[in-house]
């Protein structure tokens, strides 16, 4: 089973930046895919960033030129570098980590960590 442990959220101004951590815990996993998704008060929960081996992060319309995923493959870590923020980016962020282990694929998801952005 792989577990994850999000940090970094709390509030911010407009304007502001803040950054999210989530590290990826477990035994003879291989990671494929490590994303971060949101959720806002009344909203279904939307992709905001994801990085995929091998490939180019994708990113949201509306976070384009102010979020940068990262991620570091040696500490199973991924970073959301939030910058320019928005009220409008207050929501609960999630991260999500998929991949294979010995006894398949795997998707895991974080506890879930609040940003919220004042104006």
């Known amino acids: 089973q792989v577990q994850l442990v999000e940090s970094g959220g709390g509030v911010a101004q407009a304007g502001g930046s803040l950054r999210l951590s989530c590290v990826a815990h477990?035994?003879?996993?291989?990671?494929?895919?490590m994303g971060w998704y949101r959720q806002a008060p009344g909203k279904q929960r939307e992709s905001v960033a994801v990085?995929?081996?091998?490939?180019?992060?994708k990113y949201a319309d509306s976070v384009k030129g102010r979020f940068t995923i990262s991620r570091d493959a040696p500490k199973q870590t991924v970073y959301l570098q939030m910058n320019s923020l928005k009220p409008e980016d207050t929501a609960v962020y999630y991260c999500n980590v998929k991949g294979d282990t010995e006894a398949g694929v795997f998707g895991s998801w974080g506890q879930g960590t609040q940003v919220t952005v004042s104006s």
């Open positions: 477990g035994m003879s996993f291989t990671i494929n895919t």
């Open positions: 990085i995929s081996t091998g490939s180019s992060p």
